[in-house]
């Protein structure tokens, strides 16, 4: 007997394990019977979760502990026991902004903190001038495209919130933005920064992994009570989601899996594109410039798919740092709370593996994150928006 599933997604490189696990079997080897539905919007994908449309979702995992929180909308505790991916997302601007920053740099263009002060001085000459403040896209309010964003520029001087204009756009919809005219930049997930490369109207300017060495991503979500009625299902769940990132991380499966995501109902993208990106080869500007990386998005490797609670630690100080959040401990051990190694661990027979891996965030800016002080770690930021 198999058991019915249905489950959201947003069209990115980062569902790869889900569709992967569903469209090779790996879904229906656990008994789990998956029907996928392809969302353009992380509210729909939200929304549907939380009143029990969608037993499961590829989710950001922001939203989930925004849930668990109740921030921004109703409270619905969620638990989020497999990691999608880590990194994978990458901010990419138009050519004039490109030319601009290009032109006000001072170092290393890969460096995070030279484009980041390049941008404030590109941001001064606007004002002086008179222009309007530059706009950048990103995918939700509690997405990690917002804090990456927000992170990176504040570290240079740039208030996010006085000096630029952040909007929301769902991932499809940030190319066409672009091109229009409607955004300067935006940070999203791929395949759609690649796509607005390939499509001559944007320039990678750095890819996650510069401004976080190791920065969840999105996550296997489910409603909390209905993991703990259904706990089979889950680990059911988080073991072919396993098998499925463990096959996309096989270079030799890399093309087969690239093919599975093309699929217009899934990705709808060409397959190469998707192959650069599981591969960590993209091109990062139209003329042609290539970069590759090993840490554009970790799918499986490196302990990737396990949920690291001090991850979900990080989120929830930038909730704070930008007033979305307040700062009690109560909040922190809920959010930290809805990361649940202890159930990915189960499912795959890994009862004795340490509780802490030993990995850090990295950010290149800032001290060192320590989930045990987070009032010493908001203090080392001028730029903040905390409650009062």
């Known amino acids: 007997m198999t058991t019915p599933l249905r489950i959201g997604f947003i069209p990115l490189v980062d569902a790869a394990a889900l569709i992967v696990a569903v469209d090779k079997g790996f879904t229906a080897a656990e008994g789990l019977d998956v029907t996928l539905v392809r969302e353009v919007s992380w509210s729909n994908v939200r929304d549907k979760l939380n009143i029990g449309l969608f037993d ?44 601009a920053i290009m032109s006000e740099l001072d170092g290393n263009p890969f460096d995070p903190m030279s484009t980041a ?27 990690t495209h917002n804090y990456q964003l927000r992170f990176w520029m504040a570290a240079g001087g740039v208030d996010p919130d006085e000096d630029v204009r952040l909007v929301v756009l769902p991932p499809p919809y940030m190319v066409d933005s672009l091109a229009s005219g409607h955004v300067d930049a935006f940070c999203v997930g791929a395949p759609w920064n690649s796509i607005a490369v390939d499509r001559g109207v944007g320039h990678i300017l750095h890819f996650v992994s510069d401004i976080l060495v190791r920065a969840v991503e999105k996550v296997l979500a489910v409603r909390q009570n209905w993991s703990e009625k259904t706990p089979q ?29 093309a699929q217009p109902e899934r990705i709808g993208v060409d397959a190469d594109v998707i192959q650069r990106t599981l591969d960590g080869r993209l091109k990062i500007s139209p003329e042609g410039t290539m970069r590759e990386s090993s840490r554009y998005l970790l799918v499986g ?12 630690a990080w989120l929830y100080v930038q909730m704070v740092r930008w007033g979305q959040a307040s700062i009690s401990p109560e909040a922190l051990k ?23 891996a030993p990995y ?13 002080d987070i009032v010493g770690h908001l203090a080392a930021f001028e730029i903040e928006r905390r409650r009062s």
């Open 56 to 99: 499961a979702a590829h989710l950001l995992a922001p939203v989930a502990i925004a849930s668990s929180l109740g921030l921004g909308h109703v409270k619905v505790p969620i638990v989020a026991p497999f990691n999608f991916g880590l990194n994978g997302n990458a901010i990419t601007v138009s050519p004039a902004l490109h030319t």
């Open 117 to 143: 002060l390049a941008l404030s001085r590109v941001v001064a000459a606007r004002r002086k001038s008179g222009a309007e403040a530059l706009t950048f896209g990103m995918t939700f309010p509690f997405s």
């Open 233 to 261: 299902v889950v680990a059911a769940l988080i073991r072919a989601a396993f098998r499925g990132a463990q096959f996309i991380e096989q270079p030799q499966n890399r093309a087969d899996a690239a093919h599975l995501l």
């Open 301 to 312: 490797r490196e302990d990737a798919a396990r949920p690291d609670p001090v991850q979900a």
């Open 334 to 356: 809920t959010a930290m709370g809805v990361f649940r190694p202890d159930l990915y661990d189960a499912a795959l027979g890994r009862e004795g593996k340490p509780a802490d």
């Open 360 to 372: 850090t965030i990295g950010a290149f800016a800032g001290p060192p994150f320590d989930a045990n």
